[in-house]
């Protein structure tokens, strides 16, 4: 299994962009056609996790007659496994806010 692979299924989704997946790679520092291994898997989640991301900002997408939506609390709840997955702190969540 390559690296970008293994993005591909810690990501879970399906419609995600492939230049948003190489990119995130490059970030990372992560050679996409390079072999995945076990000890790589905290930056794959990382890399996973910035695709997620980018996901945020899309809720659907269309191309050819096909078009898929993407559930916003499926994407954000992938994002915070992932961030357990990986040991790191989950983002806060704010229920209100009272600016007076």
Known sequence: MTNTEAVAAAIQFTGYSS?????????GGIDGAGTYSAGNKA???LVAIEV??????????TEGGYSISFSTSGILA??????GA??????PKVAACHLW
């Open 19 to 27: 230049q948003a997946l190489t990119k995130a790679l490059l970030d």
């Open 43 to 45: 930056n794959i989640n």
């Open 52 to 61: 997620l991301r980018g996901m945020l900002a899309v809720s659907s997408v």
């Open 78 to 83: 992938r994002i915070d496994f992932l961030t």
């Open 86 to 91: 990986t040991g790191l702190a989950p983002q």
